[in-house]
């Protein structure tokens, strides 16, 4: 009787997945939205492309933003995929990920304002901060969905989170290593944030070609 109730009492405390990823999808949208709103449209009286050409900082920090919550987006829906439910600690952790995406306008605009000033520096670490916390929640959630028996699909989305978190680790070290660069090369350390979110946007769809080639091979040889 006791064998049989805990596994009972632990599939009793799993929920289902769907409003987690419906809740997580419109933060994801909502943060995409106020990023474009910080833009500032130049004034009738400016003359217009060096109005553009001044405000570089607010583009480079609205492509760097845009690109890691697209990423982020995208990471999040391909774990998603592979459990099947979820449990309390793992709709804790998905919070404390979208409390840092969702404080990236914030940051962003930060950014756009001192990247050009004496607080460049600072507004840097800040911005690089928020990135560098808002990737280690990604690759937190995706390890603790490993690990966790019973919110995986099957045992080969169980291996696939593995490989997805252990491929992640790097580019989060990276991103850690160039926010203390920004402190002293900012503008240097923006541009690999914005290289790093870049890659991570398009990685999936690099990984996805190379399965596609590897099951050609595999079906051909046979």
Same mark, same amino acid.
């Not at 050409?53 to 933003?65: E, I, K, N, Q």
């Not at 982020?72 to 952790?93: E, G, P, Q, Y």
């Not at 756009?112 to 840097?124: K, P, S």
């Given at each position: 009787?006791?064998?049989?109730?805990?596994?009972?009492?632990?599939?009793?405390? !799993? !929920?289902?997945?769907? /409003?987690?990823? =419906? #809740?997580?999808?419109?933060? #994801?949208?909502?943060?995409?939205?106020?990023?474009?709103?910080?833009?500032?449209?130049?004034?009738?009286?400016?003359?217009?492309?060096?109005?553009?050409?001044?405000?570089?900082?607010?583009?480079?920090?609205? #492509?760097?933003? @845009?690109?890691?919550?697209?990423?982020?987006?995208?990471? +999040?829906?391909?774990?998603?995929?592979?459990?099947?439910?979820?449990?309390?600690?793992?709709?804790?952790?998905?919070?404390?990920?979208?409390?840092?995406?969702? @404080?990236?306008? @914030?940051?962003?605009?930060?950014? *756009?304002? +001192?990247?050009?000033?004496?607080?460049?520096?600072? *507004?840097?670490?800040?911005?690089?901060?928020? !990135?560098?916390?808002?990737?280690? !929640?990604?690759?937190?959630?995706?390890?603790?969905?490993?690990?966790?028996?019973?919110?995986? *699909?099957?045992?080969? =989305?169980?291996?696939?989170?593995?490989? #997805? *978190?252990?491929?992640?680790?790097? =580019?989060?070290?990276?991103?850690?290593? =160039?926010?203390? $660069?920004?402190?002293?090369?900012?503008?240097?350390? $923006?541009?690999?944030?914005?290289?790093?979110?870049?890659?991570?946007?398009?990685?999936?769809?690099?990984?996805?070609?190379? /399965?596609?080639?590897?099951?050609? /091979?595999?079906?051909?040889?046979?």
């Amino acid at each position: 009787m006791s064998d049989r109730a805990a596994p009972e009492a632990g599939a009793s405390r !799993l !929920l289902p997945k769907a /409003r987690l990823e =419906a #809740f997580s999808d419109g933060v #994801f949208a909502i943060v995409v939205t106020l990023l474009v709103l910080e833009l500032d449209v130049p004034k009738a009286e400016e003359p217009l492309l060096p109005a553009l050409a001044d405000s570089w900082p607010a583009y480079l920090g609205y #492509f760097v933003s @845009f690109t890691f919550i697209g990423g982020a987006w995208i990471a +999040h829906s391909n774990m998603t995929r592979f459990i099947k439910c979820v449990d309390a600690s793992f709709m804790r952790l998905n919070l404390l990920l979208l409390l840092f995406v969702s @404080f990236l306008p @914030f940051t962003t605009n930060l950014l *756009a304002v +001192h990247l050009n000033d004496a607080e460049e520096g600072g *507004a840097v670490v800040i911005f690089g901060t928020n !990135l560098t916390l808002a990737a280690l !929640l990604v690759n937190s959630l995706v390890a603790y969905a490993a690990r966790t028996p019973g919110l995986a *699909a099957d045992d080969v =989305a169980e291996e696939e989170l593995q490989v #997805f *978190a252990k491929e992640r680790r790097a =580019a989060l070290l990276l991103q850690a290593v =160039a926010t203390v $660069v920004g402190l002293f090369l900012p503008v240097i350390a $923006v541009m690999v944030f914005l290289a790093i979110s870049v890659l991570l946007l398009v990685d999936p769809l690099w990984r996805a070609r190379r /399965r596609k080639s590897e099951h050609a /091979r595999t079906a051909a040889q046979k």
